[in-house]
Nanobody, 126 residues
Framework: QVQLVESGGGLVQAGDSLRLSCAASGRTGSNYGMAWFRQAPGKEREFLAAIRWAGGTISYADFVRGRFTISRDNAKNTVYLRMNSLKAEDTAVYYC???????????????????WGQGTQVTVSS
């Protein structure tokens, strides 16, 4: 089992930056990876970024590439999502997720992730 605890959401102005954190605890396997998703009201959960824990391979959704940055701190078992130039349309609940089935070609599918954080609200005012 893996437990995920998120922090860092809040209310910001358009153009501001924000960093989300997700601390993980529990047993992980050799094919472990973590990701960030978000879900806005009335919309489906969408993939933002993912990172393979061993080796640090990173993938981004095209629409956040260059604006969002995923990173990890191995010593703290924590993954981060740095979000720059925030827009009103970035308003959503942001979730971190983890899986021991981190498979290339599947990492953007929320169904691939077995463990989820509680979600943290990000609200961007214009």
């Amino acid at each position: 089992q893996v437990q995920l605890v998120e922090s860092g959401g809040g209310l910001v102005q358009a153009g501001d930056s924000l960093r989300l954190s997700c601390a993980a605890s529990g047993r992980t396997g050799s094919n472990y990876g973590m990701a960030w998703f978000r879900q806005a009201p009335g919309k489906e959960r969408e993939f933002l970024a993912a990172i393979r824990w061993a080796g640090g391979t990173i993938s981004y959704a095209d629409f956040v590439r260059g604006r969002f940055t995923i990173s990890r701190d191995n010593a703290k078992n924590t993954v981060y999502l740095r979000m720059n130039s925030l827009k009103a349309e970035d308003t959503a609940v942001y979730y971190c997720a983890a899986t021991n089935r981190f498979v290339s070609g599947q990492i953007s599918r929320w169904q691939q992730y077995d463990y989820w954080g509680q979600g943290t609200q990000v609200t961007v005012s214009s």
